[in-house]
């Protein structure tokens, strides 16, 4: 079965870091682009960045530009979400999904994973 399991929220100040993780399993993960969003609540669902399956060059959403880094390990199948100077506007509760190349939709979703920040 298709699985992607985000990982490695919690609680932080602000201020800190934290990394999350995506693991995936049951379709062949170098083929798609790996997508993070975010979705706070009473708020919609945003995309945060986004790692190409080919050249793994790496996309930002201007309000983390800077402060967040996306890197993927093929050979575990996973991809990371490097977060820094987080803010409390970054709670949130976190996904990711798996994309084609060509597609407009994401193909496979994790359930997510709650990040909250303190002040």
């Known amino acids: 079965d298709v699985q992607l399991q985000a990982s490695g929220g919690g609680l932080v100040q602000a201020g800190g870091s934290l990394r999350l993780s995506c693991a995936a399993s049951?379709?062949?993960?170098?083929?798609?682009?790996i997508g993070w969003f975010r979705q706070a609540p009473g708020k919609e669902r945003e995309g945060i960045s986004c790692i190409n399956s080919g050249d793994g060059n790496a996309f930002y959403e201007d309000s983390v530009k800077g402060r967040f880094a996306v890197s993927k390990d093929n050979a575990r199948n996973t991809v990371y979400l490097q977060m820094n100077g987080l803010t409390p506007e970054d709670s949130a509760v976190y996904y990711c999904?798996?994309?084609?190349?060509?597609?407009?939709?994401?193909?496979?979703w994790g359930q997510g994973t709650l990040v909250t920040v303190s002040s």
């Open positions: 049951g379709f062949p993960f170098d083929d798609y682009a």
């Open positions: 999904a798996a994309k084609l190349f060509g597609r407009s939709t994401y193909a496979y």
